[in-house]
């Protein structure tokens, strides 16, 4: 017995009990028709429903069947127009199937066959992390941190929209005029963005931050000459000294996946909180609760921001809150708690330099709408955080730590910065390669007694000025 019959015989033996049971009308119940008929006619939609869904499923899997054998020999380009002729054919020996709605069967097919159209090849490709679509007919990919071109191409702008369609609609999301940018993330974990006309000048736009499935480790950063063993050891000092570490950057300059090494540094014991607006970071301990904000709706209304979820982790008692990237009025929430007793946080800033991402914090804090002196939104700056990690993509394309910086504290109405490590840049050759070494500046940190008090071995010496790793 197949399994069509076996649902058909299912369901006439449903049928009859339906029949059978008789049904007690409910109170207050006021029906026209008799309730055993109403069950039976909604079971037998129902049965006939089920039946149908699973003639549908029975149909495509015979299509693929077939679809499989063609793939062997032929590329995905030559298959997709045969699908309707395979259904054709399956449909000529298998009458069950008529009632089946063969083009939205052999679409989705076909629509499962293209994937996302021209930059399936990329997407698969380990060595490229990003993709970029610049209208139909510019794709650029980043590979091992270079840009280059590639021979890519869509057929026109609405090839492109198909695609972007296809990467929004499953997560709910939407592109069109009245909504011209979207951001979401493929099935892999994948960032994309995009952005269409009025807003894009020239065809729609895609960008796609593709996911490391692998997460980084502190030796993959050292081996990429991201930074030295000496620093390493250092920040994971930091970490576990409950610091609170700030890495500020560029857009793409590394900063969530140093902030995901670092993160990598805390115990195995304690409990993490991360906040981001589109989950990436990947942490290797278990106790870790992931929260993401989430936009408004079409009405406009729903939205979660980054500052709620900050307030909300507050109330989760976390033992570290890691922020993926702060970006406005939440900043205030997380200086305050780093300032009460959660310590030990850490996230990310958009910045060009350690100065810069206090000036920025400054404004943030602002963006919170209360009608804080100066003065004392510095003070919370400089009492909460410990470090900042500046970190660049340079012209070789090799992500570089710049400074490790340490917050000192106040001097007057000023925080005081000094920096602990800094790249030396000593050249860059004809074909963009830099030289330099991230160096110590012969400064022993304020917060060193720190690490003693929370028996870590970090020997002195690493800040000596003449001590190159
Ligand atoms: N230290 C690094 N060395 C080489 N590639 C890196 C490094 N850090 C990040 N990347 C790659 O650069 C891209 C951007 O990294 P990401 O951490 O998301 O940057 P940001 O958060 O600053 O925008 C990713 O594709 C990532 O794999
Ligand atoms: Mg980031």
């Known amino acids: 017995m197949n399994l069509l019959q076996r649902i058909e015989n299912k369901a006439k033996e449903k049928e009859m ?45 015979r299509i693929y069947k077939r679809i499989l054998v063609e793939l062997r020999s032929k590329p995905v380009e030559e298959v997709i127009p045969l699908v309707d002729e395979v259904a054709l054919e399956i449909l000529s020996n298998n009458e069950e199937y008529k009632e089946v709605e063969r083009d939205k069967l052999v679409n989705e097919i076909i629509n499962d066959l293209e994937g996302f159209g021209p930059i399936n090849p990329l997407l698969l490709d380990h060595d490229i992390n990003e993709i970029m679509v610049n209208g139909p007919y510019q794709v650029y990919v980043e590979r091992k941190g270079k840009i280059e ?13 198909n695609v972007i369609d296809k990467i929004v609609a499953p997560i709910g999301r939407r ?13 892999d974990g994948s960032r994309v963005n995009a952005i269409i006309s009025p807003l894009a000048l020239d065809g729609p736009t895609i960008t796609i931050r593709k996911f490391s499935k692998i997460p980084f480790e502190i030796d993959d950063l050292i081996r990429f000459g991201t930074l030295n063993g000496n620093v390493a050891r250092f920040l994971e000092a930091c ?5 609170n570490v700030f890495v500020s950057g560029g857009t793409g300059s590394g900063k969530t996946t140093t902030l995901n090494v670092l993160s990598s540094f805390i115990p195995s014991e304690e409990r ?11 942490l290797s301990q278990e106790h870790v609760i992931r929260l993401e904000s989430r936009p408004a709706n079409i009405e406009g209304r729903g939205e979660i921001t980054i500052r709620d979820l900050v307030k909300n982790s507050l109330r989760m008692r976390p033992e570290r809150i890691i922020v993926g990237e702060v970006r406005g009025a939440e900043a205030l929430d997380m200086l305050q708690a780093m300032n009460t007793g959660h310590d ?34 510095r003070e919370q700056i400089a009492g909460a955080l410990d470090l900042i990690i500046q970190q660049t993509r340079c012209k070789d394309g090799v992500r570089r730590i710049t400074n ?20 030396d840049h000593e050249s860059i050759d004809s074909s ?5 070494k991230l160096l110590p500046n012969g400064i022993v940190p304020g917060f060193y007694p720190l690490f003693e008090r929370s028996g870590i071995d970090l020997p002195t010496g690493i800040f000596d000025y003449l001590c190159i790793s």
């Open 344 to 377: 030990g946080s850490l996230a990310t800033g958009h910045s060009n330099s350690p100065r810069d991402m206090i000036a920025r914090l400054e404004t943030m804090v602002l963006m919170a709408g209360y009608d804080l002196p100066i003065r004392a939104i």
């Open 404 to 423: 490790v910086t340490e917050v000192q504290g106040m001097e007057g109405d000023v925080i005081v910065l000094q920096d602990i490590f800094t790249f």
């Open 432 to 436: 963009g390669k830099v030289a330099g």
């Open 239 to 243: 970490v576990k000294a409950r610091l």
């Open 17 to 61: 009990s339906v029949l059978n049971s008789g049904t007690k009308p409910q109170d207050n119940n006021i029906v026209s028709e008799p309730l055993a008929n109403q069950a039976k006619k909604t079971k037998l939609l129902d049965t006939q429903s089920e039946l149908y869904t699973i003639k549908y499923s029975e149909f495509k899997d």
């Open 149 to 161: 071109m590639t021979d890519v191409k869509f057929r026109n702008d609405e090839h492109v929209l």
């Open 175 to 187: 592109i069109d005029e009245s909504s011209p940018m979207v951001d979401a993330r493929l099935p």
């Open 272 to 282: 993490i909180v991360t906040i981001e607006d589109s989950a990436e970071l990947q």
